[in-house]
């Protein structure tokens, strides 16, 4: 452990405050009266704390539902692409199955713009009834991460010996023993990483959300477009929403920090 | 399998047995079916069904799905508001990621060293990449808007007289606030990529170097530099691909305005999708922007391949 250079400490101070001073003036602004908004010099310590944005932003502006929705699209979403994830990428790292290409095809999703897809979606979904549904949002997320879980796995199981899993075989286990006997129990840890970063993905998307619900399946970051274009009148319920949003995020966020090189470059470098 | 030796029926036993078999057998491909069909079903089936509406009129304002040739790429290509977008987003990605790039290389080298506290410090750095890029936009309005915000107060104070910027509907100041909501939430990302680039390189090489009395900057250009390579394209091209979808920021700080100032690509295909409704237009624009960004996706994924083969 050595001592920074005074220089360095000043550096890293610096950038510390300009991430936390908007995090801070918004929760700050989530527990202060409205009567404080315009008050001149600005408040940084409310002095009567208020929690009536919260029930404001999550009650009035229906905040909740889309809570519960994002809840719902999230997980559900979440499990599909994980267990589809796994599957894809253990057939990849073991078999090598359909070669490089299939494998490109499948990153290569990950980086075509949200906007050439999601249009000639919400056309198809507007023929098949599945707009502003659970299930087409659901399965829209799924193969929104679909990428990220299955790079990432593919990662984590070439990094687990083979060995055991021919042994197996030889002891005449089927394939699929091997892999859900063996393989998968191995792969655990990676495959919470992996899930955590898709449900993240999921819970702050905000594109396919306003393109593909409106006003039933709703997901949480949508309800901010409530609070556009008034000056200023709902700059409390914006920020306490904001406040109900990022804690569950950031939490799980931080539990898989060790994970997150991985997780940005889908696997290709190891932190 | 143990379930198989219960089976009382030598023919249901014979047909589990080849089903089974069969199954073993092509494994592997039953493994990567559900995401293939998820992926044609969502992915590629929307991009085939819009090469038709590619050539129709598809507007929710017209009834009827009369073919029109080439209409829609050219009103796109005629239409200023889609050259303007195209010019900014290019801009804005630019600048955004050159400064990430800086400012988490800058991060990078000065956490590289452990010293007490580090581990909190990078918790805190990394924070906002777990925070809807919405909300990120919604917490610097907050700080930005006047007379709200208290940016132009503290300004005040640091200049000595009254500070009136209006800096999301003023030019050239909404800019620099759409850059600054980027670079808050995207340096993280540089950074620790960087990071791990950095901490991978041989300690004793810096030891030789130091043992040889080489300069801080000789260092870093002959040892640092060189080794991190691979490393900084990867992380700037990922970014950059990132960098040209912006409309979350957009969409919450300004709304595109004033009048059409801060649209970006996707901002201004939105608009011409699902606010004025011309669908087919809008199609058309956005596969003029994927095949711009395809030949950059394509270099990108044969790179990683290439990482990751090594």
Not at chain 1, 21 to 27: I, K
Not at chain 1, 71 to 97: D, E, H, K, P, V
Not at chain 1, 124 to 147: E, N, Q, S
Not at chain 2, 275 to 295: E, K, M, N, P, R
Request: proline share 5%.
């Amino acid at each position: 452990m050595a001592r920074l250079p005074i220089g360095r400490i000043l550096f890293i101070g610096l950038y510390l405050l300009f991430v936390l001073v908007p995090l801070y003036w918004m929760f700050i602004t989530s527990i202060k009266p409205s009567d404080d908004y315009l008050a001149v010099p600005p408040i940084w310590v409310p002095k009567q704390p208020t929690l009536v944005h919260y029930s404001a932003a999550l009650f009035a502006y229906r905040g909740l539902q889309g809570l519960i929705n994002s809840l719902i699209i999230s997980l559900s979403a979440t499990a599909l692409s994980a267990l589809f994830g796994t599957l894809m990428a253990y057939s990849f790292a073991r078999f090598n199955t359909g070669g490089k290409h299939l494998a490109f095809w499948v990153l290569s999703q990950r980086f075509l713009p949200p906007v050439a897809v999601v249009l000639p979606i919400f056309l198809i979904y507007r023929i098949l009834g599945l707009h502003d549904t659970y299930f087409g949002m659901i399965i829209a997320y799924t193969v929104f991460t679909l990428p990220v879980s299955v790079w990432m796995m593919f990662a984590y199981f070439r990094g687990i010996p083979k060995s055991m899993e021919e042994a197996a075989l030889v002891d005449g286990c089927s394939r699929w023993m091997s892999f859900r006997k063996i393989a998968l129990p191995l792969a655990i840890p990676g495959i919470v990483a992996a899930a955590i970063f898709a449900f993240i993905a999921c819970w702050t998307e905000f594109f396919f959300a306003l393109i593909l619900t409106s006003r039933y399946t709703f997901t949480l970051p949508t309800v901010f477009r409530a609070f556009l274009g008034f000056q200023g009148a709902q700059y409390g319920e914006a920020s306490a929403l904001a406040i109900v949003s990022l804690v569950p995020s950031i939490i799980l966020g931080t539990l898989v920090q060790k994970h997150l090189v991985r997780g940005l470059t889908l696997g290709a470098v190891r932190g | 399998m143990a379930q198989v030796g219960n089976m009382k029926q030598a023919g249901s036993l014979s047909r589990l047995e080849a089903l089974s078999e069969w199954s073993d057998r092509h494994f592997k491909w039953l493994l990567v079916v559900p995401a293939v069909v998820l992926i044609l079903a969502l992915s590629v089936y929307p991009l085939l069904f819009s090469i038709w509406v590619l050539f129709v009129n598809y507007d929710f304002q017209i009834p009827g799905h009369a073919f029109v040739g080439l209409k829609n790429f050219q009103q796109v290509l005629v239409d200023p508001v889609a050259r303007w977008s195209l010019w900014l987003t290019i801009a804005l990605s630019v600048t955004n990621v050159a400064i990430e790039f800086l400012l988490g290389l800058a991060l990078a080298l000065t956490m590289v060293k452990t010293f007490r506290g580090r581990g909190l410090v990078m918790s805190i750095i990394i924070v906002p990449l777990f925070i809807s890029p919405v909300i990120v936009g919604q917490a610097w309005t907050l700080l930005l808007q006047r007379p709200f915000g208290p940016t132009n107060y503290l300004l005040g104070l640091l200049t000595g007289h009254e500070v009136a910027i209006g800096w999301l509907t003023e030019s050239p100041w909404l800019y620099f606030s759409l850059i600054i909501a980027d670079v808050w939430q995207w340096t993280p990302f540089m950074f620790v990529i960087l990071l791990a680039g950095l901490t991978s390189i041989p300690p004793n090489l810096y030891e030789a170097a130091e043992i040889d009395g080489v300069g801080d900057w000789q260092v870093f250009r002959r040892i640092t530099l060189p080794f991190l390579g691979p490393m900084i394209t990867l992380a700037i091209t990922f970014r950059l691909l990132d960098a040209i979808k912006l409309f979350d920021t957009i969409f919450i700080m300004t709304g595109g305005g004033p009048g059409t100032k801060t649209y970006t690509s996707s901002f201004y295909l939105y608009t011409v999708g699902f606010t004025q409704f011309h669908l087919s237009q809008a199609t058309a624009g956005s596969w003029i922007f994927l095949a711009l960004t395809i030949v950059v996706v394509t270099a990108l994924v044969r790179k990683l391949l290439e990482v990751d083969q090594s």
